[in-house]
């Protein structure tokens, strides 16, 4: 079993503030031993966490931040939208963190939900069929561009002439690829198909069945359903269900913790997974 953390907010008071704690709360999960960390990527904050007006970092300069000062830690987002940033764009932004954090980016990616904040910030969002045919090509220029091929792509909803893509990920044979969602029509196909790595969340029941829908997907594709790793976002409340959540297939814990920031619940989650 392995342990992430997750942060949500960034509600530490005063705006000046909000640099020098995320730095001490990377650098106390990279000595305490998490296994990853990641952040949210979105613009403004979401329903359930805060209002929308509460800050909000953009993630992957908050995630070259902590890079800077850890060492062993997974870095990612608890997923990009596709509708974010352009799909050639985001592999090379993945690219960097992977070089200047030395081989640590992880790629996490979905279809986007959420319009309010697209809206916002006067960012296209279309239809949910064409989000999940953005997300797939997407997918599929991030595999091209770290690989050896630097021509041309053709997909549904993007074109590129050249998928030069230097400096090279320093990971071999690339970054890891995580999609988030839990759809089993299309996401959990698409996670059998381009994914190393899913993440969902719900109760541990849900969790399971959706993990026996994405091996029959594995088997569809000719997939060996164990090369795919299986991770679970989970709320502070539900520290005490990890054992049902792993029950379930889960392989990777990763807690969400928002302020006031208290890591001893995960920690003792920590100790337990070392046992």
Not at 83 to 109: C, N
Not at 133 to 154: K, N, P, V, Y
């Amino acid at each position: 079993m392995e342990i992430g953390l997750q942060i949500p907010s960034f509600t530490w008071g005063e705006d000046a503030e909000i640099g020098p704690t995320l730095g001490r709360i990377g650098e106390t999960a990279d000595r305490s031993g998490f296994h990853s960390l990641w952040l949210m990527d979105h613009f403004f904050q979401i329903p359930g966490v805060g209002d929308h007006r509460q800050p909000m970092l953009e993630a992957y300069t908050a995630l070259g931040f902590i890079a800077a000062s850890t060492e062993r830690l997974g870095l990612g987002t608890l997923v990009t939208g596709v509708t974010y940033r352009y799909p050639g764009l985001l592999a090379k932004t993945v690219t960097t963190l992977d070089v200047l954090s030395g081989g640590r980016a992880w790629l996490g990616i979905g279809a986007a939900w959420n319009q309010h904040e697209h809206e916002g910030l006067g960012v296209p969002f279309p239809p949910v069929k064409e989000r999940f045919e953005q997300l797939e090509d997407a997918l599929r220029i991030a595999l091209q561009m770290w690989s050896d091929d630097e021509g041309a792509f053709e997909g549904e909803r993007f074109r590129l002439t050249e998928t030069v893509n230097r400096p090279r990920a320093l990971q071999r044979p690339r970054p890891r690829i995580l999609i988030g969602g839990s759809g089993e029509k299309v996401t959990l196909r698409l996670v059998a198909e381009y994914g190393d790595a899913w993440n969902s969340f719900g109760p541990p029941e849900n969790y399971a069945q959706k993990n026996q829908v994405l091996d029959k997907w594995c088997s569809q594709f000719g997939r060996d359903p164990r090369e795919i790793e299986r991770t679970v976002a989970i709320n502070g409340t539900e520290i005490d269900d990890w054992q049902a959540y792993l029950d379930a297939g889960a392989q990777h814990l990763i807690v969400m913790t928002g302020p006031p920031f208290d890591l001893q619940p995960v920690r003792q989650l920590l100790q337990a997974a070392r046992r």
